[in-house]
């Protein structure tokens, strides 16, 4: 079983839907980051949090370090939101980036 | 600000050969780790350099290495390759010392296909 789980593995969405990517992981982390990766290998960082929830335009992360749980929600998704979105932990014991296998979000107009 | 540049962005190499990848981070970044992308494991850590300094390093054989030179420019090595070293290779750079906990700026890659 991997370390960091991601769900859904594939999402397809009509412009104007509310998405949420889901994470979970069983390791004791320091942090999280959201990343998102666009045809042709481009990664953006989203967000990094360790507590909480933090807000970028449509773009909104939550954590729950009891349920080691994180998910990632667009608002209003848009056809340039196509991607695929990683979610990458911290480990508390190594501090190395542990990362799930990705979803890719495919948003039609 | 000139992003992360990593040379060379495609690259063909046969078994037993060896390769170096280059990359240059955002001025005035010091922290630089790497990556491994495949389709069957997805992304892991290499390593990563601080100050020059091997900081971390990910799970993988004596054949990956690397450096980082005094103007934060860092370079990776695999010798004797293997089919399955097949893979996109990613650095990114952070502004402060370890990385995983700050925001990382991502090069776009250096795409390596072994035969």
């Known amino acids: 079983k991997n370390e960091v789980e991601q769900s859904p593995q594939n999402l397809t969405a009509q412009e104007g839907e509310f998405i949420t990517i889901n994470c979970s992981y069983s390791v004791g982390i320091s942090a999280l980051h959201w990343l998102q990766q666009h045809p042709g290998g481009g990664i953006v960082s989203l967000f990094m949090?360790?507590?909480g929830k933090k807000k970028h335009g449509r773009l909104i992360a939550t954590i729950n370090i009891q349920e080691k749980h994180s998910s990632l929600h667009i608002t209003a998704s848009h056809p340039r939101d196509s991607a695929v979105y990683i979610c990458a932990v911290v480990s508390y014991n190594t501090d190395k980036l542990i990362f799930g296998t990705g979803t890719r979000l495919q948003v039609f107009p | 600000k000139a992003g992360v540049t990593q040379t060379p962005r495609y690259l063909i190499k046969t078994r037993g050969q060896q390769v170096t990848l280059s990359c240059s981070p955002i001025?005035?970044?010091?922290?630089v780790s790497w990556y491994q992308q495949t389709p069957g494991q997805g992304l892991q850590f290499l390593f990563e350099y601080f100050s020059e300094t091997q900081r971390n390093k990910g799970n993988f054989p004596g054949r990956f290495s690397g450096r980082q030179f005094s103007n934060s420019r860092s370079e990776m090595n695999v010798s004797t390759l293997e089919l399955g070293d097949s893979a996109l290779y990613l650095c990114a750079s952070s502004s402060l010392g370890a990385s995983s906990y700050n925001e990382q700026f991502f090069g776009p890659g250096t795409r390596l296909t072994v035969l």
């Open positions: 001025s005035g970044h010091r922290s």
């Open positions: 949090l360790s507590s």
